[in-house]
């Protein structure tokens, strides 16, 4: 601590609630070493300290954050930073926390729990609170005095699931189509009696083209399903973002879609109906993002 802040005003702090509370909300670092300051056994790491320093500081709206098992990313981000970001100066109102499964996601929250209840500082500034469990599973703490909430959720299975389900109902339009196509072009250059080959039809550039094309319209449907799934349960707005490879191969059909939302006056689905993939070939995907719905606690997305 003595790194972060001057000995004197560091003493103040830990007498004065109100003179905590003012500079650790304005400060991310100062946060996490007041609050949790159990969890710091060593000199906190260069790179933790620029964790903490996007999350208190970037300006983009997707921050990627990736770092080895066990470099303290669950506890600076999932916990500590939820916390944060509800009472600092960022002042969220809505905080979701996605798990690959659901013994993840509820960890996650395990862990918030364990903090507020028994961290005694943090009990003290932050109280009280309540926790909320709706009929699906999904929990959340509520802070009443802020009106915010952290909520969790999992998408164990979901894109799975989606994918299956969508799989079961397009494959025998798919296969008709391919038939059909065969049929068609095998109508415009008949194979010629004891023809040894028909690459033409079948070359290897088309199987690849198929699977591509198909591989993605998959993934592409299952993600949409899965996505609304999990903003029907949680009641929150589900926005797809049209997201390229970023690459020199990106098409001049995609490029110009990187980025725009699914509706709107420049929605990617005034130009693309179906989504994902806008052609033969196409490699791009939706990203989808929760919004609180109006009426609901609202606030930025973390």
Same mark, same amino acid.
Not at 134 to 156: C, M, N, P, Y
Not at 259 to 281: D, F, K, T, Y
């Given at each position: 601590m003595k790194h972060f802040i001057d000995k004197k005003l560091f003493n103040i702090m830990i007498k004065d609630r109100l003179v905590r509370t003012a500079i650790t909300k304005d400060n991310f670092l100062l946060f996490f070493h007041f609050y949790f300051a159990h969890y710091?056994?060593?000199?906190?790491?260069?790179?933790?300290?620029?964790?903490?320093?996007?999350?208190?500081?970037?300006?983009?709206?997707?921050?990627?954050?990736?770092?080895?098992?066990?470099?303290?990313?669950?506890?600076?981000?999932?916990?500590?930073?939820?916390?944060?970001?509800?009472?600092?100066?960022?002042?969220?109102?809505?905080?979701?926390?996605?798990?690959q499964t659901k013994a993840q996601a509820k960890q996650h929250m395990m862990n918030i729990r364990h903090e507020l209840e028994n961290n005694l500082l943090l009990k003290k500034d932050l109280g009280p609170f309540q926790e909320e469990d709706d009929e699906w599973g999904a929990h959340s703490?509520?802070?009443?005095?802020?009106? =915010?909430?952290? *909520?969790? @959720?999992?998408?164990?299975?979901?894109?799975? %699931?989606?994918? &299956?389900?969508?799989? #079961?109902?397009?494959?025998?339009?798919?296969?008709?189509?391919? =038939?059909?196509? *065969?049929? @068609?072009?095998?109508?415009?250059?008949?194979? %010629?009696?004891? &023809?040894?080959?028909? #690459?033409?039809?079948?070359?290897?550039?088309?199987?690849?083209? =198929?699977?591509? *094309?198909?591989?993605?319209?998959?993934?592409?449907?299952?993600?949409?399903?899965a996505a609304r799934t999990i903003g029907a349960r949680l009641a929150v707005r589900t926005v797809g973002i049209w997201q390229t490879a970023r690459d020199d191969l990106v098409c001049p059909i995609c490029r110009p879609l990187h980025g725009r939302p699914e509706l709107g006056p420049n929605g990617w689905a005034s130009r693309v109906p179906g989504g994902s993939p806008a052609h033969i070939g196409c490699r791009c995907e939706i990203v989808y993002r929760f919004e609180p719905l109006a009426g609901r606690l609202a606030g930025p997305r973390v």
């Amino acid at each position: 601590m003595k790194h972060f802040i001057d000995k004197k005003l560091f003493n103040i702090m830990i007498k004065d609630r109100l003179v905590r509370t003012a500079i650790t909300k304005d400060n991310f670092l100062l946060f996490f070493h007041f609050y949790f300051a159990h969890y710091v056994k060593y000199e906190t790491a260069d790179f933790q300290k620029e964790i903490m320093h996007y999350l208190q500081n970037s300006a983009t709206e997707n921050l990627y954050l990736c770092a080895f098992r066990g470099s303290g990313k669950s506890t600076i981000i999932s916990t500590a930073y939820s916390l944060w970001a509800i009472l600092g100066k960022q002042e969220k109102k809505f905080v979701v926390l996605f798990g690959q499964t659901k013994a993840q996601a509820k960890q996650h929250m395990m862990n918030i729990r364990h903090e507020l209840e028994n961290n005694l500082l943090l009990k003290k500034d932050l109280g009280p609170f309540q926790e909320e469990d709706d009929e699906w599973g999904a929990h959340s703490l509520v802070f009443k005095q802020l009106g =915010a909430r952290i *909520t969790i @959720a999992s998408a164990e299975q979901s894109t799975e %699931a989606a994918a &299956a389900i969508y799989i #079961s109902s397009v494959a025998p339009t798919l296969a008709r189509g391919m =038939a059909q196509n *065969t049929a @068609a072009a095998l109508a415009r250059r008949p194979l %010629a009696p004891g &023809a040894a080959s028909t #690459s033409f039809l079948f070359s290897p550039g088309r199987a690849v083209s =198929a699977s591509i *094309t198909e591989v993605t319209r998959t993934g592409s449907q299952a993600d949409r399903i899965a996505a609304r799934t999990i903003g029907a349960r949680l009641a929150v707005r589900t926005v797809g973002i049209w997201q390229t490879a970023r690459d020199d191969l990106v098409c001049p059909i995609c490029r110009p879609l990187h980025g725009r939302p699914e509706l709107g006056p420049n929605g990617w689905a005034s130009r693309v109906p179906g989504g994902s993939p806008a052609h033969i070939g196409c490699r791009c995907e939706i990203v989808y993002r929760f919004e609180p719905l109006a009426g609901r606690l609202a606030g930025p997305r973390v």
